[in-house]
Nanobody, 121 residues
Framework: QVQLVESGGGLVQPGESLRLSCAAS????????MSWYRQTPGKERELVAT????????GYADSVKGRFTISRDNSKNTLYLQMNNLNPRDTAAYYC??????????????WGQGTQVTVSS
């Protein structure tokens, strides 16, 4: 059974940093690309960053490029998102996931509980 547990969110001021973590289980973590998504109420979930399973190549949404860094530790089945220079537009619930097409095959429309990031002065 796939399980994704996000943590590390909180309330910060603009310009500050946070590091999110995602503990994954129920699948062979090292075999799959992993992504971070975020969602605000009333909006579609947005893909924020992706890291490959093999060569560590990364991709980012334009809105976070240069400020966020995705990384992974396959020995710990854990995904990370380092978020620097946060601004109020980054306020959202953040979720991690392996490829959605696989999650839907394994578990249906499963998401972890997410971790809330609030950026406010």
């Amino acid at each position: 059974q796939v399980q994704l547990v996000e943590s590390g969110g909180g309330l910060v001021q603009p310009g500050e940093s946070l590091r999110l973590s995602c503990a994954a289980s129920g699948f062979t973590f090292s075999n799959y690309a992993m992504s971070w998504y975020r969602q605000t109420p009333g909006k579609e979930r947005e893909l924020v960053a992706t890291i490959s399973s093999t060569d560590g190549s990364r991709g980012y949404a334009d809105s976070v490029k240069g400020r966020f860094t995705i990384s992974r530790d396959n020995s710990k089945n854990t995904l990370y998102l380092q978020m620097n220079n946060l601004n109020p537009r980054d306020t959202a619930a953040y979720y991690c996931s392996p490829p959605r097409v696989l999650v839907r095959l394994w578990e249906g429309d499963y998401w972890g509980q997410g971790t809330q990031v609030t950026v406010s002065s």
